[in-house]
């Protein structure tokens, strides 16, 4: 079979409920990678977080991360480099917010709070990546790639809507759940980090799956030849994207039983 490349959002599409990788799911993505197929874990996670999931998985994976901000292929040589400028950065942080909402910076090396939120840890316990809680105050020598607001969403739809209006036309802002408001540099997202990938494997479009749950997942969807949607996706997203293919839930091993099927491993 011709070679395809597989890219897969993480949290609630390719981890489980306990968001881990189940024995199926990396077992399915072991036998690909070794008949030749490409494997890009593609999520809003911290190059390093989706780094450590890919040391579990034992395979030579592609690392879209920050939404597509950074793009690392599977020898962890960068491929795309997109920051957020310090001046748009700075203006995010000085934006009022609601004091429960936490933001967070994520940098080339290291993701930054603006205060302990302990809520946040058990996402991440399967790395071991956490944040470093910091006044940023000084951001003249970080290199940001995602600006990120957790909170209620009731608190962060004004926030959006802000932030549309003042600076829509020179940032990407998505959310990667009901909570979680990201923000990148105009331009940035799964679908121009996957294109990027494409050009350099020299495959097309056609030849490219493409698996997902939210909205910072939809352009990667448009864009793959083979799109699939779990079922816990958010219901708007499954409107959005008519052609996909639906398939079970994120807890059910739903990536490795379609991948599994579209392969012929049964």
């Known amino acids: 079979m011709s070679q395809y490349l597989i890219a897969s959002d993480l949290d609630n599409t390719l981890l489980n409920a306990e968001h881990r990788v189940d024995a199926l799911t990396r077992d399915t993505l072991r ?3 070794a008949r030749g197929h490409v494997i890009a874990l ?3 996670r911290h190059y390093h977080d989706i780094a450590a999931i890919r040391r579990q998985l034992d395979i030579p994976a592609w690392i879209i991360s920050s939404n597509g901000a950074h793009v690392h292929d599977a020898e962890d040589g960068v491929v795309s480099d997109t920051l957020v400028p310090t001046a748009l950065v700075r203006a995010l942080v000085d934006l009022p917010r609601p004091a429960s909402v936490r933001l967070n910076l994520y940098t080339r090396d ?3 709070i603006d205060a302990e939120a302990p809520e946040l840890l058990p996402l991440h316990a399967m790395t071991g990546f956490t944040y470093q809680v910091d006044e940023m105050d000084d951001l003249d020598n970080e290199h940001v790639g995602k600006v990120l607001y957790i909170g209620e969403p009731a608190l962060l739809k004004p926030l959006e809507l802000t932030l549309r209006e003042r600076h829509g036309e020179a940032l990407h802002i998505t959310y990667s759940a009901a909570n979680s408001l990201e923000i990148m540099q105009r331009g940035v997202n799964k679908a121009t980090a996957l294109s990027r990938a494409l050009k350099a494997l020299d495959l097309p479009t056609e030849r490219a799956l493409a698996f997902g749950d939210n909205f910072n997942d939809v352009e990667m969807l448009t864009l793959a030849g083979h799109a699939y949607v779990v079922s816990n996706a958010h219901p708007a997203v499954i409107d959005q994207l008519p052609h996909a293919t639906t398939i079970g839930a994120h807890h059910e091993s ?9 392969f012929a491993l049964e």
């Open 42 to 44: 593609a999520s809003g």
């Open 254 to 262: 739903a990536v490795a039983h379609a991948l599994r099927e579209f």
């Open 31 to 33: 036998t690909l990678s």
């Open 110 to 112: 290291r993701w930054l």
